[in-house]
Protein backbone atom coordinates (compact mmCIF):
# COMPACT_ATOMS: atom_id res chain seq x y z
CA UNK A 1 0.00 0.00 0.00
CA UNK A 2 1.33 3.69 -1.07
CA UNK A 3 1.36 6.10 1.91
CA UNK A 4 0.27 9.45 1.96
CA UNK A 5 1.96 10.96 4.82
CA UNK A 6 4.48 13.12 2.82
CA UNK A 7 1.52 14.51 0.73
CA UNK A 8 -0.29 15.74 3.86
CA UNK A 9 2.80 17.11 5.34
CA UNK A 10 2.62 19.49 2.63
CA UNK A 11 -0.25 20.32 2.59
CA UNK A 12 -0.10 21.22 6.68
CA UNK A 13 2.38 23.58 5.35
CA UNK A 14 0.11 26.02 4.78
CA UNK A 15 -2.54 25.67 6.94
CA UNK A 16 -2.57 27.19 10.37
CA UNK A 17 0.08 25.51 12.86
CA UNK A 18 -0.58 23.25 15.22
CA UNK A 19 -4.66 22.11 13.86
CA UNK A 20 -5.83 19.55 16.30
CA UNK A 21 -8.68 18.55 18.83
CA UNK A 22 -8.26 18.09 22.39
CA UNK A 23 -10.96 16.49 24.86
CA UNK A 24 -11.16 14.97 28.30
CA UNK A 25 -12.47 11.25 28.28
CA UNK A 26 -13.79 9.44 31.41
CA UNK A 27 -13.56 5.70 31.42
CA UNK A 28 -14.43 3.57 34.27
CA UNK A 29 -10.70 0.79 35.52
CA UNK A 30 -10.86 -1.30 38.36
CA UNK A 31 -14.29 -0.06 39.47
CA UNK A 32 -13.06 3.69 39.73
CA UNK A 33 -13.44 6.63 37.22
CA UNK A 34 -10.14 7.85 35.81
CA UNK A 35 -9.54 10.46 33.35
CA UNK A 36 -7.42 10.87 30.28
CA UNK A 37 -6.91 14.32 28.27
CA UNK A 38 -6.47 13.59 24.04
CA UNK A 39 -5.38 15.01 21.38
CA UNK A 40 -6.04 13.99 17.58
CA UNK A 41 -5.70 15.75 14.84
CA UNK A 42 -8.60 17.85 12.79
CA UNK A 43 -8.41 14.65 10.21
CA UNK A 44 -7.27 11.42 11.41
CA UNK A 45 -6.64 8.70 9.11
CA UNK A 46 -8.32 5.16 10.32
CA UNK A 47 -5.32 3.11 11.64
CA UNK A 48 -3.09 5.82 12.99
CA UNK A 49 -0.79 5.39 15.60
CA UNK A 50 -1.34 5.79 19.40
CA UNK A 51 1.25 8.07 21.77
CA UNK A 52 0.35 7.64 25.08
CA UNK A 53 2.22 10.11 27.92
CA UNK A 54 2.05 9.41 31.64
CA UNK A 55 3.25 12.55 33.58
CA UNK A 56 5.35 12.97 36.59
CA UNK A 57 4.45 12.56 40.69
CA UNK A 58 2.15 15.23 41.78
CA UNK A 59 1.21 16.55 38.17
CA UNK A 60 -1.30 16.07 35.92
CA UNK A 61 -2.60 15.52 32.18
CA UNK A 62 -2.49 19.48 31.28
CA UNK A 63 0.48 20.04 33.13
CA UNK A 64 2.27 17.54 31.52
CA UNK A 65 0.90 18.67 27.85
CA UNK A 66 1.88 21.87 28.73
CA UNK A 67 5.26 21.12 29.09
CA UNK A 68 6.12 18.29 26.26
CA UNK A 69 3.46 20.37 23.67
CA UNK A 70 3.80 16.93 21.67
CA UNK A 71 0.49 18.02 20.37
CA UNK A 72 2.19 20.52 18.42
CA UNK A 73 3.12 17.11 15.93
CA UNK A 74 -0.14 15.23 16.37
CA UNK A 75 -1.61 16.87 13.33
CA UNK A 76 1.30 16.66 10.83
CA UNK A 77 2.16 13.31 11.79
CA UNK A 78 -1.73 11.95 12.17
CA UNK A 79 -1.72 10.62 15.25
CA UNK A 80 -3.34 10.41 18.54
CA UNK A 81 -2.27 11.69 21.39
CA UNK A 82 -3.26 10.44 25.04
CA UNK A 83 -2.18 11.69 28.34
CA UNK A 84 -3.76 9.54 31.16
CA UNK A 85 -4.43 10.96 34.69
CA UNK A 86 -3.24 9.87 37.62
CA UNK A 87 -5.28 8.26 40.66
CA UNK A 88 -4.70 10.94 42.73
CA UNK A 89 -0.36 12.05 43.00
CA UNK A 90 0.76 8.58 42.97
CA UNK A 91 1.27 6.12 39.84
CA UNK A 92 1.12 2.48 41.14
CA UNK A 93 4.76 1.40 40.32
CA UNK A 94 4.63 -1.79 42.49
CA UNK A 95 1.54 -3.22 41.68
CA UNK A 96 -1.18 -3.46 38.62
CA UNK A 97 -3.47 -1.04 39.09
CA UNK A 98 -1.94 1.51 36.50
CA UNK A 99 -1.13 -1.40 34.20
CA UNK A 100 -4.83 -2.22 33.99
CA UNK A 101 -5.25 1.64 32.85
CA UNK A 102 -3.06 1.91 30.31
CA UNK A 103 -4.63 -0.98 28.48
CA UNK A 104 -7.74 0.30 29.22
CA UNK A 105 -6.87 3.56 27.82
CA UNK A 106 -5.66 1.68 24.69
CA UNK A 107 -8.62 -0.47 24.29
CA UNK A 108 -10.97 3.12 24.27
CA UNK A 109 -8.67 4.80 21.95
CA UNK A 110 -9.31 1.52 20.04
CA UNK A 111 -12.98 1.61 20.01
CA UNK A 112 -13.35 5.69 19.63
CA UNK A 113 -10.67 5.94 17.26
CA UNK A 114 -10.32 2.85 14.99
CA UNK A 115 -6.04 3.12 16.08
CA UNK A 116 -3.27 0.75 15.05
CA UNK A 117 -2.86 -1.52 18.14
CA UNK A 118 0.33 -2.38 16.24
CA UNK A 119 1.71 0.69 16.34
CA UNK A 120 1.19 2.08 20.15
CA UNK A 121 4.05 3.82 22.24
CA UNK A 122 4.42 5.19 25.69
CA UNK A 123 6.45 7.86 26.83
CA UNK A 124 6.72 9.31 30.30
CA UNK A 125 8.59 11.98 32.48
CA UNK A 126 9.65 11.00 36.01
CA UNK A 127 7.17 8.63 38.18
CA UNK A 128 5.45 8.32 34.63
CA UNK A 129 8.70 6.68 33.41
CA UNK A 130 9.24 4.38 36.79
CA UNK A 131 5.90 3.32 35.53
CA UNK A 132 6.78 2.51 32.24
CA UNK A 133 9.59 0.43 33.16
CA UNK A 134 7.51 -1.21 35.92
CA UNK A 135 4.73 -2.68 33.44
CA UNK A 136 7.63 -2.99 30.70
CA UNK A 137 8.26 -6.77 30.83
CA UNK A 138 4.06 -7.37 30.72
CA UNK A 139 3.35 -4.91 28.33
CA UNK A 140 5.51 -5.95 25.11
CA UNK A 141 2.81 -7.61 23.35
CA UNK A 142 1.01 -4.15 23.23
CA UNK A 143 4.16 -1.17 23.40
CA UNK A 144 5.96 -1.12 19.94
CA UNK A 145 8.29 1.01 21.56
CA UNK A 146 9.06 2.73 24.92
CA UNK A 147 10.46 6.55 25.80
CA UNK A 148 10.56 7.13 29.52
CA UNK A 149 12.22 10.61 29.89
CA UNK A 150 13.74 12.19 33.66
CA UNK A 151 12.92 8.84 35.31
CA UNK A 152 14.03 4.99 35.70
CA UNK A 153 12.45 2.30 38.21
CA UNK A 154 15.44 1.65 40.12
CA UNK A 155 13.82 -0.28 42.36
CA UNK A 156 13.68 -3.08 39.84
CA UNK A 157 15.40 -4.44 37.08
CA UNK A 158 13.35 -4.80 34.56
CA UNK A 159 15.73 -6.33 31.87
CA UNK A 160 16.00 -9.21 33.92
CA UNK A 161 11.79 -10.01 32.91
CA UNK A 162 11.39 -8.98 29.82
CA UNK A 163 10.70 -12.32 27.76
CA UNK A 164 11.50 -10.31 24.66
CA UNK A 165 14.06 -7.81 23.03
CA UNK A 166 12.61 -3.90 23.58
CA UNK A 167 12.87 -0.39 21.47
CA UNK A 168 13.32 2.26 24.30
CA UNK A 169 14.93 5.33 24.32
CA UNK A 170 15.50 7.61 27.76
CA UNK A 171 16.19 11.54 27.65
CA UNK A 172 17.48 13.06 30.81
CA UNK A 173 19.52 16.01 31.98
CA UNK A 174 23.17 15.13 33.41
CA UNK A 175 22.21 17.38 36.10
CA UNK A 176 18.56 16.27 36.79
CA UNK A 177 18.46 17.02 40.51
CA UNK A 178 15.95 13.95 41.02
CA UNK A 179 17.30 11.16 39.23
CA UNK A 180 20.86 11.91 39.55
CA UNK A 181 22.99 10.75 36.82
CA UNK A 182 25.32 8.70 38.42
CA UNK A 183 23.71 8.17 41.97
CA UNK A 184 21.19 6.39 39.90
CA UNK A 185 23.83 4.91 37.18
CA UNK A 186 21.30 5.88 34.52
CA UNK A 187 24.15 5.04 31.58
CA UNK A 188 24.45 1.68 33.23
CA UNK A 189 20.74 1.30 33.62
CA UNK A 190 20.11 1.67 30.25
CA UNK A 191 23.27 -0.85 28.91
CA UNK A 192 21.62 -3.37 30.29
CA UNK A 193 18.55 -3.44 27.99
CA UNK A 194 21.45 -3.49 25.25
CA UNK A 195 23.19 -6.30 26.63
CA UNK A 196 19.66 -7.59 26.91
CA UNK A 197 19.08 -7.18 23.31
CA UNK A 198 22.34 -8.42 22.32
CA UNK A 199 23.44 -5.43 20.68
CA UNK A 200 26.23 -5.44 17.93
CA UNK A 201 26.61 -2.14 17.15
CA UNK A 202 27.36 1.03 19.41
CA UNK A 203 27.76 4.81 18.40
CA UNK A 204 28.30 8.14 20.37
CA UNK A 205 27.03 11.52 18.84
CA UNK A 206 28.50 14.40 21.15
CA UNK A 207 27.19 17.95 20.80
CA UNK A 208 24.13 16.08 19.63
CA UNK A 209 20.66 18.80 19.17
CA UNK A 210 17.33 17.23 18.33
CA UNK A 211 16.42 17.68 15.05
CA UNK A 212 13.47 19.95 15.51
CA UNK A 213 16.53 22.36 15.36
CA UNK A 214 14.96 24.51 18.21
CA UNK A 215 17.00 22.69 21.28
CA UNK A 216 19.30 25.46 22.49
CA UNK A 217 21.14 22.63 24.79
CA UNK A 218 23.23 19.32 22.93
CA UNK A 219 24.35 16.46 24.85
CA UNK A 220 25.48 12.68 24.04
CA UNK A 221 22.99 10.22 21.85
CA UNK A 222 24.07 6.73 22.77
CA UNK A 223 22.97 4.08 20.28
CA UNK A 224 23.25 -0.08 21.00
CA UNK A 225 21.74 -1.46 18.17
CA UNK A 226 21.16 -5.02 17.39
CA UNK A 227 21.58 -5.20 13.56
CA UNK A 228 20.07 -8.65 12.86
CA UNK A 229 17.02 -8.07 14.50
CA UNK A 230 16.72 -3.69 14.52
CA UNK A 231 16.16 -3.43 18.10
CA UNK A 232 17.26 -0.34 19.84
CA UNK A 233 18.11 1.09 22.58
CA UNK A 234 19.06 5.06 23.20
CA UNK A 235 20.17 7.08 25.95
CA UNK A 236 19.79 11.12 25.31
CA UNK A 237 21.89 12.46 28.23
CA UNK A 238 21.38 16.52 27.86
CA UNK A 239 23.45 19.59 29.07
CA UNK A 240 20.73 21.46 30.45
CA UNK A 241 22.28 24.64 32.12
CA UNK A 242 19.29 26.37 33.69
CA UNK A 243 17.95 25.51 37.21
CA UNK A 244 15.05 23.03 37.58
CA UNK A 245 16.39 20.69 35.39
CA UNK A 246 13.94 17.92 36.62
CA UNK A 247 11.44 18.96 34.16
CA UNK A 248 9.64 17.99 30.78
CA UNK A 249 11.65 19.03 27.71
CA UNK A 250 9.21 20.35 24.75
CA UNK A 251 12.90 20.25 22.59
CA UNK A 252 12.77 16.13 23.14
CA UNK A 253 9.50 15.80 21.46
CA UNK A 254 9.97 15.77 18.55
CA UNK A 255 13.01 13.70 18.71
CA UNK A 256 11.05 10.98 21.00
CA UNK A 257 8.51 10.72 18.27
CA UNK A 258 11.04 9.84 15.33
CA UNK A 259 12.69 7.38 17.63
CA UNK A 260 9.00 5.75 18.77
CA UNK A 261 7.17 5.99 14.78
CA UNK A 262 9.55 3.74 13.01
CA UNK A 263 8.65 1.03 15.00
CA UNK A 264 5.60 -1.74 15.47
CA UNK A 265 4.55 -4.76 16.44
CA UNK A 266 4.83 -8.02 14.71
CA UNK A 267 6.63 -8.90 11.47
CA UNK A 268 8.51 -6.32 10.02
CA UNK A 269 9.41 -4.71 12.84
CA UNK A 270 10.70 -1.74 11.17
CA UNK A 271 7.23 0.45 10.04
CA UNK A 272 8.06 0.09 5.96
CA UNK A 273 8.85 3.70 4.40
CA UNK A 274 6.15 5.55 2.62
CA UNK A 275 6.63 5.38 -0.95
CA UNK A 276 6.10 9.12 -2.50
CA UNK A 277 4.05 8.78 -6.16
CA UNK A 278 4.83 11.33 -9.32
CA UNK A 279 1.71 13.20 -8.32
CA UNK A 280 2.61 13.95 -4.80
CA UNK A 281 6.66 14.83 -5.41
CA UNK A 282 4.79 17.03 -7.84
CA UNK A 283 2.79 18.91 -5.56
CA UNK A 284 5.44 19.39 -2.89
CA UNK A 285 7.05 21.11 -5.86
CA UNK A 286 4.48 23.39 -6.45
CA UNK A 287 4.23 24.04 -2.32
CA UNK A 288 7.86 24.70 -2.25
CA UNK A 289 7.31 27.00 -5.51
CA UNK A 290 4.22 28.78 -3.56
CA UNK A 291 5.68 29.57 -0.37
CA UNK A 292 9.24 30.89 -1.70
CA UNK A 293 6.87 33.07 -4.44
CA UNK A 294 4.77 34.24 -1.02
CA UNK A 295 8.11 35.63 0.71
CA UNK A 296 9.58 37.55 -1.87
CA UNK A 297 8.54 40.69 0.32
CA UNK A 298 11.32 42.46 1.90
CA UNK A 299 9.49 41.95 5.04
CA UNK A 300 10.73 38.23 5.07
CA UNK A 301 14.17 39.88 3.41
CA UNK A 302 15.70 37.88 7.67
CA UNK A 303 14.53 34.52 5.69
CA UNK A 304 16.42 35.10 2.31
CA UNK A 305 18.92 32.22 3.56
CA UNK A 306 16.14 29.75 3.78
CA UNK A 307 14.27 30.96 0.45
CA UNK A 308 17.68 30.70 -1.05
CA UNK A 309 18.28 27.18 0.79
CA UNK A 310 14.71 25.94 -0.91
CA UNK A 311 15.02 27.62 -4.11
CA UNK A 312 18.33 25.57 -4.72
CA UNK A 313 16.33 22.08 -4.23
CA UNK A 314 13.35 23.37 -6.59
CA UNK A 315 16.28 24.10 -9.20
CA UNK A 316 17.53 21.23 -8.64
CA UNK A 317 14.51 18.60 -8.61
CA UNK A 318 12.54 20.04 -11.14
CA UNK A 319 14.33 17.74 -14.02
CA UNK A 320 13.04 14.76 -12.03
CA UNK A 321 9.45 15.57 -12.51
CA UNK A 322 9.79 14.22 -16.14
CA UNK A 323 11.68 11.12 -14.94
CA UNK A 324 8.45 10.02 -13.81
CA UNK A 325 10.17 8.06 -11.06
CA UNK A 326 8.11 5.23 -8.91
CA UNK A 327 9.55 6.62 -5.46
CA UNK A 328 10.62 10.22 -4.79
CA UNK A 329 10.86 9.39 -1.03
CA UNK A 330 14.59 9.91 -1.80
CA UNK A 331 14.22 13.30 -2.87
CA UNK A 332 11.10 14.57 -1.09
CA UNK A 333 12.17 14.63 2.78
CA UNK A 334 14.64 17.65 2.03
CA UNK A 335 12.13 19.70 0.18
CA UNK A 336 9.48 18.80 2.65
CA UNK A 337 11.96 20.17 5.51
CA UNK A 338 12.93 23.20 3.50
CA UNK A 339 9.31 24.19 2.66
CA UNK A 340 8.27 23.82 6.53
CA UNK A 341 11.44 25.98 7.39
CA UNK A 342 10.24 28.74 5.23
CA UNK A 343 6.65 28.61 5.63
CA UNK A 344 7.02 28.80 9.95
CA UNK A 345 8.94 31.47 9.46
CA UNK A 346 6.69 32.91 6.92
CA UNK A 347 3.85 32.46 9.41
CA UNK A 348 5.87 33.64 12.33
CA UNK A 349 6.66 36.92 11.10
CA UNK A 350 4.05 37.39 9.44
CA UNK A 351 2.36 37.43 13.33
CA UNK A 352 5.32 39.60 14.67
CA UNK A 353 4.58 42.17 12.44
CA UNK A 354 0.75 41.97 12.96
CA UNK A 355 1.48 42.45 16.46
CA UNK A 356 3.80 45.10 15.88
CA UNK A 357 1.43 46.93 13.92
CA UNK A 358 -1.67 46.35 16.52
CA UNK A 359 0.54 47.99 19.18
CA UNK A 360 1.80 50.51 17.41
CA UNK A 361 -2.18 51.79 16.32
CA UNK A 362 -3.02 51.35 20.04
CA UNK A 363 0.36 53.76 20.79
CA UNK A 364 -1.18 55.98 18.36
CA UNK A 365 -4.96 55.92 19.24
CA UNK A 366 -4.50 56.58 23.11
CA UNK A 367 -1.54 58.80 22.83
CA UNK A 368 -3.85 62.37 23.31
CA UNK A 369 -6.43 60.17 25.82
CA UNK A 370 -5.43 62.01 29.29
CA UNK A 371 -7.76 59.11 30.58
CA UNK A 372 -5.54 56.15 29.47
CA UNK A 373 -1.98 57.38 28.42
CA UNK A 374 -0.84 57.37 31.73
CA UNK A 375 -2.14 54.25 32.43
CA UNK A 376 -0.47 50.65 33.74
CA UNK A 377 -1.44 49.14 30.63
CA UNK A 378 -0.61 51.87 28.15
CA UNK A 379 2.96 52.54 29.35
CA UNK A 380 3.28 48.59 29.16
CA UNK A 381 2.48 48.83 25.88
CA UNK A 382 5.16 51.47 25.07
CA UNK A 383 7.66 49.76 27.08
CA UNK A 384 7.02 46.24 24.84
CA UNK A 385 6.66 47.71 21.44
CA UNK A 386 10.37 49.21 22.27
CA UNK A 387 11.75 46.28 23.64
CA UNK A 388 10.54 43.59 21.29
CA UNK A 389 11.78 45.84 18.06
CA UNK A 390 13.92 42.56 17.46
CA UNK A 391 17.58 42.97 16.50
CA UNK A 392 19.15 41.52 13.10
CA UNK A 393 20.38 38.74 15.48
CA UNK A 394 16.80 37.76 17.00
CA UNK A 395 14.61 38.37 13.88
CA UNK A 396 15.88 35.10 12.59
CA UNK A 397 15.03 32.99 15.49
CA UNK A 398 11.46 31.65 15.35
CA UNK A 399 11.63 30.97 19.15
CA UNK A 400 12.16 34.88 19.57
CA UNK A 401 9.38 35.78 16.87
CA UNK A 402 7.05 33.62 18.72
CA UNK A 403 7.54 34.99 21.99
CA UNK A 404 7.14 38.65 20.72
CA UNK A 405 4.04 38.15 19.03
CA UNK A 406 2.88 36.52 21.90
CA UNK A 407 3.79 38.96 24.54
CA UNK A 408 2.77 42.24 21.89
CA UNK A 409 -0.67 40.80 21.93
CA UNK A 410 -1.03 39.82 25.23
CA UNK A 411 -0.39 43.48 26.49
CA UNK A 412 -2.85 44.95 23.78
CA UNK A 413 -5.50 42.36 24.79
CA UNK A 414 -5.50 43.54 28.16
CA UNK A 415 -5.11 46.77 27.56
CA UNK A 416 -8.31 46.55 25.05
CA UNK A 417 -9.99 44.57 27.86
CA UNK A 418 -9.69 47.78 30.14
CA UNK A 419 -10.38 50.06 27.76
CA UNK A 420 -13.74 48.43 27.27
CA UNK A 421 -14.60 47.23 30.59
CA UNK A 422 -15.82 50.67 31.49
CA UNK A 423 -14.06 50.49 34.76
CA UNK A 424 -11.30 53.17 36.13
CA UNK A 425 -8.01 53.23 34.69
CA UNK A 426 -5.02 51.06 37.00
CA UNK A 427 -2.62 53.61 37.54
CA UNK A 428 0.83 52.56 39.58
CA UNK A 429 3.48 54.69 40.51
CA UNK A 430 4.70 54.59 37.24
CA UNK A 431 1.85 56.19 35.37
CA UNK A 432 3.79 59.64 35.93
CA UNK A 433 6.82 58.13 34.67
CA UNK A 434 7.82 60.92 31.18
CA UNK A 435 10.59 58.79 30.35
CA UNK A 436 13.06 56.29 30.06
CA UNK A 437 16.77 55.89 29.17
CA UNK A 438 19.56 53.35 29.31
CA UNK A 439 22.90 53.09 29.49
CA UNK A 440 25.90 50.57 29.71
CA UNK A 441 28.05 50.41 32.81
CA UNK A 442 30.69 52.96 31.12
CA UNK A 443 27.76 55.38 31.09
CA UNK A 444 27.27 55.04 27.00
CA UNK A 445 23.79 55.66 25.87
CA UNK A 446 22.08 52.57 23.94
CA UNK A 447 18.72 52.06 22.30
CA UNK A 448 17.20 49.53 24.65
CA UNK A 449 18.18 46.50 27.15
CA UNK A 450 19.96 43.84 25.59
CA UNK A 451 19.19 40.08 26.05
CA UNK A 452 21.99 39.53 28.57
CA UNK A 453 24.20 41.71 30.89
CA UNK A 454 23.90 44.54 33.12
CA UNK A 455 22.32 47.93 31.74
CA UNK A 456 21.17 50.87 33.93
CA UNK A 457 17.91 52.57 34.07
CA UNK A 458 17.37 56.02 34.51
CA UNK A 459 13.30 56.63 34.65
CA UNK A 460 12.14 60.47 34.42
CA UNK A 461 8.91 61.07 36.48
CA UNK A 462 6.91 64.29 36.06
CA UNK A 463 7.88 65.55 39.68
CA UNK A 464 11.35 65.81 38.68
CA UNK A 465 12.81 62.78 40.60
CA UNK A 466 14.97 60.71 38.48
CA UNK A 467 15.05 56.85 39.87
CA UNK A 468 18.25 54.86 38.81
CA UNK A 469 18.70 50.94 39.22
CA UNK A 470 21.10 48.26 37.63
CA UNK A 471 18.91 45.88 35.62
CA UNK A 472 20.08 42.51 34.27
CA UNK A 473 18.65 41.26 31.19
CA UNK A 474 19.13 37.13 30.66
Known amino acids: MKHFIPLLLALALLQPAWAYKSKKIYVNSNGKQRNMLV ?138 NAFNYNKYHIREYMEHFAQMNQYTKYVKQTGYHTKNGTSWFDGDRELWLNETTGHEVVLYSYNYSGKGSHTPVAENSYEIWNFCKRFQLGDPMIVPPPVVTAQEFSLLMSNAQSIYEATADTIYASAEPLRAALKTLVDEYAPLLADELDDYTAY ?86 EVTSGMEPTTTSTAAMLSTAYYDLQGRPISRPTRGGIVVEKVGHADGKVKVRKIYRR
Open 39 to 176: YTPDELPDNSPLFIVTHGMGGSSENQAGHDRMYELVDTAKFVLVYPRADGDYWDISGNSDRAFIIKTIDEMATRYNINRNRVYWSGFSMGSMLIFHCMPTMLDKIAAFAPTSGIQFSEEPWNHCPKKVNVMECIAYND
Open 332 to 417: SEQLEEATKALATRKTNLDNYFAARKRVKKLIDDYADNPSYNQTTLYLRMVSHYRFYDLTEKNIVKDDKLVTAAKNLNDVADSFLT
